[in-house]
């Protein structure tokens, strides 16, 4: 159970429901960590909206490299609700259990390219070490081929799931299998 009272579908008026009605619209199902929103349905549809924007734009970084930063900075904090669901969407991409499982624990241990261990580590320090990253560290992302572009969509991505790893951290916000499952990718 969360921490802080949430209010259901089937209880949601007005605005809430009007927001509920686009999460269901536009991801299949409505998640625990919109969910913990519920007692304020405009941040709700706030926090969807840079949702979608960040993990479903059109960029040069896909959304299997997405969610796996998802995983690896939800992994980095601790933060069980967005290892499960990013791991969840990572498996649509992978479909390798094993290598997922791995990622969790230390995503160092994968041979990925060079340019992906270039992004990992650049979530990592960010995730970590915030005061820490430097002008240096968006430099080895452009040796790594990154444009500006492409490093200012990585940096949303991680500060993102900073964001929404410490509203699931700090309210309770659970999942379960079933939770996990069935959204659209």
């Not at 209010?7 to 199902?29: F, H, Q």
Request: aromatic share 8%; proline share 2%.
């Amino acid at each position: 159970m969360p921490w802080i009272k949430q209010i259901n579908e089937k209880d949601a008026t007005g605005k809430l429901n009007e927001v509920y009605d686009e999460l269901l619209s536009a991801r299949g199902k409505i998640s625990n960590i919109m969910k913990i929103h519920s007692l304020d349905a405009e941040t709700m549809k706030h926090h969807l909206d840079l949702h979608l924007s960040i993990m479903f734009n059109e960029s040069n970084i896909t959304r299997e490299e997405k969610e796996l930063i998802a995983v690896v900075v939800s992994s980095l904090n601790n933060c069980s609700y967005c290892i499960h669901h990013h791991a969840e969407a990572l498996k649509f991409y992978w479909n390798d259990e094993a290598k997922i499982n791995m990622l969790i624990s230390d995503y160092k241990s994968i041979e990925f390219p060079i340019r992906i261990h270039a992004i990992l580590n650049y979530a990592e320090k960010l995730t970590v070490t915030p005061g820490l990253v430097n002008e240096y560290d968006v430099q080895n992302l452009r040796i790594h081929d990154l444009s500006d572009e492409d490093i200012l969509n990585v940096n949303l991505v991680v500060s993102y799931f900073n964001f929404a790893n410490r509203i699931a951290n700090g309210l309770g916000v659970e999942t379960s299998e079933d939770e996990a499952k069935g959204y659209k990718y």
